[in-house]
């Protein structure tokens, strides 16, 4: 019996290990990369976050949610530089033709 336990506390704290070793190693990979494209279309999930593409390539964040009620529109642009904390949504201003800061999104993960 008491090996029985021994091996359930054991098998879980793996898992347990191994998830929070993936999501270090995702959070750290993402925020090396840096991100400048213009958002050509938004797909909603049912949870209410934001699915971003870039001429019809998914792009995937892993550290940052954007969700529907933020206003992030079609023609938007998002940046991120290499190493940064923070991803900006930038929108074009109609009046000056130049793309201005809309929604800064702090990081939600381990960086």
Same mark, same amino acid.
Do not use: A
């Given at each position: #019996?008491?090996?029985? %336990?021994?091996?359930?506390? +054991?098998?879980? *704290? %793996?898992?347990?290990?191994?998830?929070?070793? =993936?999501? &270090?190693?995702?959070?750290?990979? $993402? #925020?090396?990369?840096? &991100? @400048? /494209? !213009?958002? *050509?279309?938004?797909? %909603? *999930?049912?949870?209410?976050?934001?699915?971003?593409?870039?001429? @019809?390539?998914? %792009?995937?964040?892993? @550290?940052?949610? !954007?969700?529907?009620?933020?206003?992030?529109?079609?023609?938007?642009?998002?940046?991120?530089? $290499?190493?940064? @904390?923070?991803?900006? +949504?930038?929108?074009?201003? =109609?009046?000056?033709?130049? &793309? $201005? $800061?809309?929604?800064?999104?702090?990081?939600?993960?381990? /960086?």
């Amino acid at each position: #019996m008491k090996s029985k %336990i021994l091996f359930v506390v +054991i098998f879980f *704290t %793996i898992i347990f290990l191994g998830v929070i070793t =993936n999501f &270090y190693f995702k959070s750290k990979q $993402e #925020m090396s990369k840096s &991100y @400048n /494209f !213009i958002i *050509t279309k938004i797909d %909603i *999930t049912p949870t209410k976050s934001l699915v971003l593409y870039d001429n @019809n390539k998914k %792009i995937r964040l892993w @550290n940052y949610d !954007i969700r529907d009620y933020q206003d992030v529109k079609v023609g938007d642009v998002v940046c991120k530089h $290499e190493n940064s @904390n923070f991803l900006f +949504i930038l929108r074009r201003n =109609n009046l000056t033709g130049k &793309y $201005e $800061e809309h929604l800064k999104i702090s990081p939600s993960g381990i /960086f």
